[in-house]
């Protein structure tokens, strides 16, 4: 079993930056999957960003540069560096971890809300 627990969501201006933490337990990170969703009031959970267990990273077409995932295997915890927020970011973000061969992540976090002012 893995434990995901997120935190870092709060009330940001526009143009402003936040800085994500996805805590594990129960199991190492290292060698796994890990991603980043977020899904805004009445809209369906999207993919944001993932990282592998080698460090390859890959991005939603809106994160478009603004955005950074990474991780640190040492502290078993995983990070989103979300810079330039702009009022469409407003959303709870999740993370997952370990990928299944048909794409979906097994283990999920609850989930922290980012919350953007304009």
């Known amino acids: 079993q893995m434990y995901l627990e997120e935190s870092g969501g709060r009330l940001v201006q526009a143009g402003g930056s936040l800085r994500l933490s996805c805590e594990v337990s129960?199991?190492?990170?290292?060698?796994?999957?890990v991603a980043w969703f977020r899904q805004a009031p009445g809209k369906q959970r999207v993919f944001v960003a993932a990282?592998?267990?080698?460090?390859?990273?890959d991005y939603a077409d809106f994160v478009n540069g603004r955005f950074a995932i990474s991780r640190d295997n040492t502290k078993n915890t995983a990070y989103l560096q979300m810079n330039n927020l702009n009022t469409e970011d407003a959303a709870v973000y999740y993370c997952?971890?370990?990928?299944?061969?048909?794409?979906?992540?097994?283990?999920w976090g609850q989930g922290t809300q980012v919350t953007v002012a304009s």
């Open positions: 990282i592998s267990g080698h460090g390859s990273t």
């Open positions: 129960g199991r190492t990170l290292s060698g796994q999957f």
């Open positions: 997952a971890a370990q990928r299944t061969y048909s794409g979906g992540y097994t283990f």
